[in-house]
């Protein structure tokens, strides 16, 4: 199975060491906007510029694209879904059902399989809320995420006026995780789910006090939270703070008649992307199979029999592994 | 969806309740081995004789099969396989490619689904397996069962003479989950990983020390086990080891170069009957729906996407669970 990446950053670096990982797989390269002669792969993988896709459709099997949820994947995925068949890490959950459809009538014009919307949450997470409430209807799930780094809001607070660098660490409340663990179906704020830690360099003379109201009351990133900021030297930020360690959990309570069930899948995570990177590479693996069987359109992870993602055969599975 | 229950035991009254509990389901009735007049069911369901199952074919979307896997199962499922689509709890690890073969020789003649080996292991437990394996190939599994009742291990210590009553617990030693859990890939012997915990009832006047040392080397169940036996009265027994609870957990540890990843999913379950029991009627929902789409043979959890086991639509399983 031929693979292509499109796009490298972190979770393109992920995607290329999951790909080298997998004995059914064989990386064409990496497929960059920047200048080829600037990117320098892990595995020292061939990199291209993206305008030399055009001329490697017969030479790729599935296209990994590694773009960003909010401008690059609802444009890149449709896109490529006509010539390729294609995965994304596509993680707007508001916007999902409208990439769905956009991906899903590319990828049918083409011929060609898109799944979407693959990694851990929305992912691997998404297959357990959807088992749970399948199996046991009428419960309810909570997902707690953490102790892990959200970019996202590292990249907010490096926004501030002032500020260096940041690293932001979501961290679920234990307090909480008990109640959920207990199967007690506790109603919980935003606030009572999860706190924020923040780590943060300042310039020289910086106002800290500022800085540290600006993060605190900032809408939608940490208004609702009880957040702690703590101001650090760049040189502590690199040696402490350099990892991108995730996960969290989803837990589901549910009852049968008079009786109680507690579902719980957790992820402990060194490296989020890396992560990542191996759910699409085994999910890359389902797209090209499926695409052989003739099907086509857009797919995501609860579309998708197990089966189709292991390189193992029915066989060996049912025997070793069922 | 119209479903029937073949057998009558702890696990044919999970099932009743599950489907009962499934809008989108309605319970024909339960199909016993014994006068039907002798069986009354927790729901007011009807009961018939099992030879009236022939005159059934075509009231009956889905025989949900509640046999042991001992002698019930392997003969029971090919059988009915060629007439219903079908679906069991199997659970004899080291047979199941025999009981595949069986299964889907006379379902695809049949034109019917058979799915096998579906409850939590085999079952919820094989998916976490398979999917942390091929996300992450390489790594190791462990699968540790309990704290729960083993009906096989107390049936062993029930056939005993002397011993009236007895129930055993099944329990991981914590030592060894926390290795696990903090991903240092311990290599664990059989004693290492779980201890055993029997309650005994004893006829008056039988002789304790011979009993507790018949259960402590008895192989295959206890003799590769640390085992603790107390012998306690039935009014005991009764009250304080009425439930079949049960769960455990398989943790997968996987790594991405030098990035180490933990992934668990574990299950507390106030009734091991009661859950299996909805596994099986969330995957009955799948046998039905492959079958109107044509697919016949046999199949297990790892060949199913989850959306087919879920009673949500496409739609709005995109749009609220992923």
Redesign the interface.
């Known amino acids: 199975m031929k693979v292509g990446i499109l796009g490298y950053g972190n979770l393109g670096r992920?995607v290329e060491?999951?790909v080298c990982?997998?004995?059914d797989m064989e990386l064409v390269g990496v497929f960059s906007r920047r200048d080829p002669s600037t990117v320098k792969t892990v595995t020292g993988a061939p990199v291209f510029h993206v305008d030399d896709l055009a001329s490697k459709k017969g030479d790729i099997d599935v296209l990994v694209i590694c773009g960003g949820s909010a401008t690059d994947l609802p444009e890149m995925t449709p896109k490529y879904a006509a010539d390729f068949n294609v995965i994304d890490s596509f993680d707007t959950?508001a916007r999902?059902?409208e990439h769905?459809a956009n991906v899903d009538a590319a990828a049918k014009k083409g011929g060609k399989i898109g799944i979407i919307?693959c990694g851990w949450d929305?992912g691997?997470f998404?297959?357990?809320?959807?088992?749970a409430?399948?199996?046991?209807?009428?419960g309810k799930d909570y997902t707690f995420w953490g102790k892990g780094v959200s970019q996202g809001h590292s990249d907010a607070i490096r926004r501030i006026e002032g500020v260096v660098d940041a690293r932001q660490y979501t961290v679920p409340v234990p307090a909480a995780l008990e109640a959920v663990r207990a199967?007690k179906n506790p109603e919980l704020t935003t606030r009572e789910k999860h706190t924020r830690e923040c780590y943060v360099v300042v310039e020289e003379g910086a106002d800290k006090a500022r800085i540290e109201q600006e993060i605190k009351t900032m809408p939608n990133y940490f208004a609702d939270y009880d957040t702690t900021v703590h101001f650090i030297s760049q040189e502590e930020l690199d040696c402490d703070h350099k990892g991108l360690p995730h996960g969290g959990s989803v837990i589901y309570t549910?009852t049968?008649?008079?009786?109680?069930?507690?579902?719980?899948?957790?992820?402990?995570?060194?490296?989020n992307p890396?992560?990542t990177?191996?759910?699409l590479v085994?999910y890359a693996?389902a797209a090209y199979r499926l695409n052989q069987e003739g099907v086509s359109g857009a797919k995501?992870?609860?579309?998708?029999?197990?089966?189709y993602?292991?390189?193992?055969s029915?066989?060996e599975?049912?025997?070793h592994?069922?």
């Open positions: 992920g060491k999951a990982a997998a004995e959950h999902i059902p769905f919307s929305p691997m998404s297959l357990n809320r959807v088992y409430h399948s199996v046991l209807p009428g199967g549910g049968t008649g008079e009786n109680t069930h507690v579902i719980e899948y957790s992820l402990k995570l060194d490296s890396d992560f990177g191996s759910v085994a693996r995501t992870v609860l579309d998708i029999a197990p089966s993602i292991s390189p193992i029915g066989d599975l049912r025997a592994y069922l």
